[in-house]
C-alpha cells in the first residue's frame, strides 16, 4: 500500500541516514519508522490544527450566512410582474439558501472530520523540504500512493521541482513524466473539455 514510500524509507535507513523526522512541537529528531516523538511523545503524522480546522469552519459558515442573506435582499428587488420572471428568481433565491446551507455542512465536516492519511503525509513532507529533504521525498512518496489521482498530480509536482532542487535531474524527469501521464489519464476519461487540465499539460510538457 505504501510501496513507493515505504521503499524510499527503507534505502534510506540502510544508508544509516537516520533520526529525520523532526517534531513540530520540540524539534527532537526521530527514525524515520516512528509514530510518536522520542522526546514529548507528540504524533509525527498530525493531521490539521485546530486554528486551521477553526478558521476553514469560520470561512465556510460566513459564505453559508452570506449567500442567501445577500440574495434575500438583491433577488426580490428584481421582481417584475412576469410570472415566468418571478418564478426563476424564486428558484434562485431556494438554490442560494441550499447553498449556504451546503457551505455551512461543509464546513462542520472539514472541522470534525480525520485529516486523510495520504494529506498528513503531504503536510510531513512540505515541512521537512528544508529540514530534511530526503525525508520529504520519503513522505511525498507516500502520499502519491495515497492520494487521488487529481491531488497525486500536484505531489507529483511538487517531488518533481524537489528532486531538481537537489540535483536529481532523472528522479525529477521522471516524476514530470508521471506527472504527463497522470493529466493524460484524466484528458482520456473526462466526459467534457476541462481548460485546466489543458493548462496542466501544456506546463508539464514544458518540463519533459
Known amino acids: 500500500m505504501y510501496s513507493e514510500g ?14 529525520m523526522i523532526h517534531c513540530q512541537k520540540c524539534n527532537q529528531q526521530n527514525v524515520p519508522e516512528a509514530q510518536k516523538c522520542s522526546q514529548c511523545g507528540a504524533n509525527l503524522l498530525p493531521g490539521a490544527g485546530i486554528k ?21 435582499l438583491i433577488l426580490p428587488r428584481l421582481a417584475v ?3 415566468l420572471d418571478n418564478l426563476i428568481l424564486m428558484g434562485m433565491t431556494i438554490l ?17 472530520g480525520k485529516t ?4 498528513r503525509y503531504k503536510r510531513r513532507a512540505e515541512r521537512h523540504v528544508d529540514l530534511d529533504p530526503q525525508q520529504a521525498i ?7 500512493d495515497l492520494a487521488p489521482e487529481a491531488i497525486a498530480f ?9 528532486y531538481q532542487k537537489q540535483g536529481m535531474i532523472e528522479e525529477s524527469k521522471a516524476d ?28 508539464i510538457l514544458k518540463r519533459v
Open 6 to 19: 515505504a521503499a524510499q524509507i527503507c534505502v534510506m535507513v540502510n544508508k544509516k541516514e537516520i533520526e
Open 52 to 72: 486551521e480546522r477553526l478558521g476553514q469552519l469560520g470561512c465556510l459558515v460566513l459564505a453559508g450566512i452570506l449567500i442567501p442573506v445577500l440574495a434575500l
Open 81 to 83: 410582474g412576469n410570472i
Open 96 to 112: 442560494s439558501i441550499v447553498a449556504g446551507g451546503v457551505f455551512i455542512l461543509l464546513g462542520i465536516s472539514m472541522a470534525v
Open 116 to 119: 486523510p492519511v495520504y494529506d
Open 138 to 144: 520519503a513522505d511525498y512518496g507516500v502520499a502519491i
Open 154 to 162: 500536484d505531489l507529483l509536482s511538487a517531488r518533481a521541482r524537489l
Open 176 to 203: 514530470w513524466r508521471r506527472a504527463l501521464e497522470n493529466v493524460n489519464h484524466r484528458i482520456a476519461v473526462s466526459k467534457t473539455s476541462d481548460p485546466n487540465l489543458e493548462k496542466q499539460r501544456a506546463a
